[in-house]
């Protein structure tokens, strides 16, 4: 199938060969298709448009509304059937090893010795951006889903102090809900419904469980008692939640925060991005912390762009692309932007603010005590089509749909059925 399915994309592709440097729809630059489209991703995104500017090199906007890339991806798998590939796409994790199996990536193996990739972007990183040696990607970030946000006032006229356990944690929703607050905001999306699922998992299992369950696909604590605690867990995060969550965009959960409508949102990083573009700083306007009982790991998610081969050699324009995503310089004026940390070592965190501070020390120490590990909500614990049934089971429990037994037992069959 897969050599079908490589001779179909790499057919595709050659239709959609454009001379020279112009990309498919006839603009000269590059044309990047992404989902970057909330207040402070789009500030982010400013920075990158700018840096290529300033290059001189031209940029076709593509973006595609839609938390998590969901739908961007479907987007994308229409352009390469119809033989018009973007230049550059936004890209999670197995998401671009199945791109690149499939022979639709350009090598960007010039470019990346020619700026020593190998030596400054982490292993967990490059495990997702190489494929049979060849740099397939460019690493823009590195961000993690184990975190909460919550707004200082709110929790200060409670009486609360950033809990450190769950039990600190229940006690707090308990306290915000007796003041007629709404505890936890929250869009009712199966993406971020999972993106909860990653951290109360790991708060759960640890890491070596949340491994064994959703790398390892192990089905004895897929559907074990712990897995069980997991949802019951969620269970408490539901009824915490306001009646008009389902289907609210992650941002608009961040405004509730922001605003002091809510308590607490548990969200990836990039809210901070939301936080940052609306003039809020950390330890004064919003506390940053990791979902407690995960204070010694990172579930981590890296944006990439993926540079599709327009037939050719990887042009000039893809090169300069990657070669400005990879920039220290960049790497310190986006990520600060985005909420993100930068996707190599050697970048200082002198600008960034205390809640980026956290999240860069956090990351070197998971990285170098094996606490580490992909998200499975943005697809780095394992391929779409097995995320794509976690999120169902869990956002099937979310909505009522399973009591906590039977959504393990549920997980067991999604998760075998889907590898
Ligand atoms: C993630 C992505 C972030 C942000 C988030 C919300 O998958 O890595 O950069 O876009 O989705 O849409």
């Not at 290529?52 to 352009?79: F, H, K, N, S, Y």
């Not at 306007?285 to 979902?291: Q, Y």
């Amino acid at each position: 199938m897969r050599s079908f399915l490589k001779t179909k994309t790499a057919i595709a592709l050659a239709l959609s060969v454009t001379a020279g440097t112009a990309s498919a729809d006839g603009h000269s630059g590059v044309e990047v298709l992404h989902w970057w489209t909330s207040g402070g991703e789009a500030a982010a995104l400013n920075v990158l448009k700018d840096d290529l500017e300033a290059q001189g090199i031209g940029w076709t906007d593509m973006p595609v509304a839609g938390g998590g890339g969901e739908q961007a991806m479907t987007v994308l798998r229409a352009r390469v059937t119809a033989g018009n590939a973007p230049t550059a796409v936004q890209g999670l994790g197995f998401d671009i090893i199945d791109w690149a199996n499939q022979g639709a990536l350009a090598n960007l193996n010039e470019v990346a010795a020619a700026e020593g990739w190998d030596d400054v972007v982490p292993a967990a990183l490059q495990q997702f951006a190489k494929v049979d040696g060849a740099w397939v990607s460019a690493p823009v970030n590195v961000h993690s889903t184990n975190w909460v946000w919550a707004n200082k006032a709110v929790l200060d006229a409670n009486g609360i102090a950033a809990p450190t356990t769950w039990e600190e944690f229940e006690s707090a929703l308990a306290t915000l809900q007796a003041a007629g607050i709404t505890p936890i905001a929250h869009g009712g999306q199966a993406w971020q419904d999972t993106t909860v699922f990653d951290g109360v998992a790991m708060s759960v299992l640890g890491i070596d469980g949340y491994r064994a369950a959703f790398v390892d696909m192990d089905e004895s604590v897929l559907g074990g008692a712990d897995m069980v605690e997991v949802f019951n867990r969620m269970a408490v995060i539901r009824a915490n939640v306001d009646d008009n969550f389902s289907g609210r965009d992650w941002n608009l959960a961040t405004a509730m925060v922001i605003n002091g409508e809510a308590g607490f949102q548990m969200m990836g990083d990039w809210a901070k991005g939301e936080f940052i573009n609306a003039g809020k700083v950390p330890g004064e306007d919003f506390l940053c912390f990791r979902f407690p009982g995960t204070q010694d790991q990172v579930t981590f998610n890296a944006d990439q762009f993926m540079m599709f081969d327009q037939g050719g050699a990887v042009s000039e324009q893809q090169a300069a692309l990657a070669s400005a995503i990879l920039s220290p310089t960049f790497q310190s004026a986006f990520n600060v932007v985005k909420g993100s940390v930068p996707a190599r070592t050697d970048v200082s965190d002198e600008a960034f603010d205390a809640c980026g501070k956290q999240g860069m020390a956090d990351l070197a120490a998971a990285a170098s005590s094996d606490n580490l590990i992909g998200s499975v909500a943005h697809g780095h614990a394992n391929p779409a089509s097995v995320k794509n049934a976690i999120y169902d089971v869990v956002t099937a429990h979310f909505n009522g749909e399973f009591d906590s037994e039977t959504a393990a037992a549920e997980l067991v069959d999604a998760v075998s059925i889907a590898q």
